[in-house]
């Protein structure tokens, strides 16, 4: 269904901002290209809104712009992966990863608060395999650690996970940029994710909420 | 950054590189992404990569295959950039054309800006002529218009003030027998102080506008001021 627009002359008188305000948050990144959806009307081209988001938003730099200079709310709002993190509590608020999941992070560091982007990652395509069904909860527990232990020595660089399993045993790992697998007969390939793909969509996982 | 330097003088060919002072006086062609801290171009430069320095002045002209960003840019002459430019502070004397978008803090100078995509920069004040494919967004815009006619896809800030250029006595005794002026064409205008003079504008919207000599605007919404000068035109204005 298509979300729900509203234009920029009401948005304008429905939040009390101005046109220069509008634009310089534009300007600073705090408000996404993307949500400036200019369409054809009758007085001309015209600016619409995803109605929604875009009070949601503008709610929230209301808020804390007292407290925060612009820059420092772009940050805020354009998760740099690096500079991200999350609370549990945000986490589960957000339902960005399954619960089954954030019980394996409480095991493992019982109770700790605060998870990286990396950190976050892992769970995260572990949990969009689980949710997959190609894996068990076992397999998907050994994929998570072998992630966290490799995938900070590549930071930054674009990655693929693979995952092969032959005879009910299975082997995940990590490959550099793109390369042709050649598996030998018998194996099959569960799974090959494109990492990056992943850091686009928990970014915008983590910024809509 | 990196200690050496790289000076050409005369015609020569560099692969790209780390530098701390980059100098060029004469004609070179780069093959590579250059990265310094200072890069000077006194002559012509045919840059096949990307640039990052903090200071990049130029006197004559460049043209850069790639993303460009600087702290502090000056150009004395011609460049072409295709790719991002990221700029600080942006002087301008002569001609400035990106194939992409444009972001700095502030962009002052004379001449003629062109940019593809949009321009986005906490103040613009310009004197010459301006062509933005898409946005121009600004803190601050003001705008002289003369020599040649500018456009502008949107504008879009908080104050905003176009105004005719004044142009030397020399120029202005030769072109004084034609009735040409520099004029500015728009979409949209939006703002929060928006104050135009010879303007061609569909749609002005702002707090307070003043619709100066020369325009021509197809509707004018303001909040809480408005005002026309008896020689432009509107054809329509609200209140809202």
Known sequence: MEPELISKKELLELTGISYGQLYRWKR?????????????????????????????????????????????????????PAAVVLTREEIVKRHIVSDLVLQ??????????????????????????????EISIEEGKNIWRMFGSHYPKLQGK???????????????????????????????????????????????????? | MAERNLTIHGSALSGGGVFHYVTIRGDAMIRGDIECDRLKVFGAADMKGAVAARTFRLFGQANVDGPVQAEKMGVFGEVDIRGHARLGH?????????????????????????????????????????????????????????????????IGGRTIRIKQGKTWKAVHWLTRLSPLTAVLVADTIEGDDIYLEHTKAAVVRGDRVTIGPGCEIGLVEYRMAFAQDEQAAVKEKRQR
């Open chain 1, 28 to 80: 600073k990144k705090l408000i996404p290209e993307e949500w400036f959806i200019r369409k054809s009307t009758f007085t001309g081209q015209e600016t619409f809104f995803p109605k929604e988001k875009i009070l949601a938003r503008i709610e929230k730099i209301k808020e804390l712009k007292d407290e925060l200079s612009l820059d420092e709310l772009a940050g805020v709002f354009a998760p740099n």
């Open chain 2, 90 to 154: 942006l002087q301008l004397r002569g001609m400035a054309q990106v194939e992409g978008g444009l972001e700095a803090d502030a962009i002052r100078g004379y001449g003629e800006l062109s940019v593809s995509g949009s321009c986005e920069a906490e103040s613009v004040a310009l004197t010459g002529v301006v062509h933005i494919g898409q946005t121009l967004n600004a803190e601050q815009v003001e705008l002289s218009l003369c020599f040649a006619d500018s456009s502008v896809k949107e």
């Open chain 1, 158 to 209: 674009s990655c693929e996970l693979v995952v092969l399993r032959k005879m009910g045993v299975t082997v995940s790992f990590l490959v550099e940029g793109t390369a042709a697998l050649h598996v030998e007969e018998g194996a099959k390939l569960i799974a090959r994710l494109h990492v990056p793909t992943y850091i686009e969509e928990l970014k915008l996982a983590i910024s809509e909420g």
């Open chain 1, 104 to 133: 394996w992070l409480d095991d493992e560091w019982g109770g700790r608060q605060d998870v990286s982007f990396a950190e976050l990652l892992s769970l995260y395509i572990v949990d969009r395999l689980l949710r997959s069904g």
